[in-house]
């Protein structure tokens, strides 16, 4: 089994920052993810609130960050690990086993599912998790977004100015805009495919061509469930240096139990970690 100062899995920008970190402090840092860009950063199609950056895209900005990684000397490879032993301190994927001093689990979140019949098999025909990613594909036509919370507020927002009208399935506040119909009822029956309607619990019918789903997140926690600690949502419990209740595993951007889940705060996240890790070892 190959040895590696550090193992991170997950490539977003906690991931890419620890790694960046730990190649420039001269240690040997892997990184595994096999789905690569495919994360919340990755959808987002203006980045403009990060320090420094005017303008850019959640891909293009993870792009750079992991050629500057790889220049580094960090070793990125686009393969899933399918198991994390904590007490053994290996990572594996479906084809090797790797040994760490340390592991940084820089997994991400999820997007919640409705949990409806057809949802799954709908996923690309109808189905969206990202309405600023597959928004523009429907542009002056009739959609629905059901969600709630800050960020399918940002959703419905950002659909308003784009489509002929928002259907806006929600419990929260009404959101007002002449083109923003909003309803209080849950998503019952998705129909056709690709989708041509969804039936709502107050037996309206709504003939739209996608739905995007905004209901939250999960925390991307499968490989280590039982064997660090977490709150009752799952959410990985760390210190102030990223550190776990196990020794040598940190937890980094939105993973964490932390109150702010940004670009910014996840790199901050990153950095922490990958510095503690080294003076653990000093």
Do not use: W
Not at 81 to 95: E, G, L, P, Q, Y
Not at 172 to 177: H, R, S, T
Not at 246 to 261: E, F, L, T
Not at 272 to 279: G, T
Request: net charge neutral; glycine share 10%.
């Amino acid at each position: 089994m190959e040895k590696y100062d550090i193992i991170i899995i997950g490539a977003g920008p906690a991931g890419l920052t620890a790694a960046l970190y730990g190649a420039r402090a001269n240690r040997k840092v892997l990184v595994l993810d096999g789905a690569f860009g495919t994360g919340e950063a990755g959808k987002i199609l203006h980045l403009d609130n990060y320090p420094g950056i005017e303008n850019t895209d959640g891909l293009t900005y993870l792009l750079t960050l992991k050629a500057q990684a790889e220049k580094s000397g960090a070793t990125i490879i686009n393969r899933s690990a399918i198991d994390v032993n904590c007490t053994a301190m290996t990572v594996s994927t479906r084809k090797e086993t790797y040994v760490a001093d340390n592991i940084i689990l820089a997994t991400g979140c999820k997007s919640q599912k409705l949990g409806i019949e057809r949802e799954k098999e709908l996923i690309g025909y109808g189905v969206s998790y990202c309405a600023t990613c597959d928004g523009a594909l429907f542009k002056n036509r009739e959609v629905a977004l059901v969600g709630r919370g800050k960020k399918a507020e940002e959703d419905v927002k950002y659909l308003a100015k784009i489509a002929k009208k928002v259907y806006y399935i929600t419990e929260d506040k009404n959101y007002i805009a002449p083109n923003v119909e909003n309803i209080s009822a849950n998503v019952e029956r998705l129909a056709g495919h690709p989708l041509e309607s969804i039936m709502l619990s107050d037996g309206k019918v709504l003939n739209v061509p996608v739905i995007f789903v905004n209901i939250g997140y999960l925390p991307e926690t499968s490989l280590i469930v039982g064997q660090v600690k977490s709150d009752g949502k799952g959410y990985i419990i760390t210190d102030e240096n990223m550190q776990t209740d196990v020794r040598g595993v940190y937890a980094v951007g939105d993973i964490r139990q932390k109150n702010v889940r940004q670009i910014v705060t996840a790199c901050s996240d990153g950095a922490i970690a990958v510095e503690h890790a080294i003076r653990r070892k000093e």
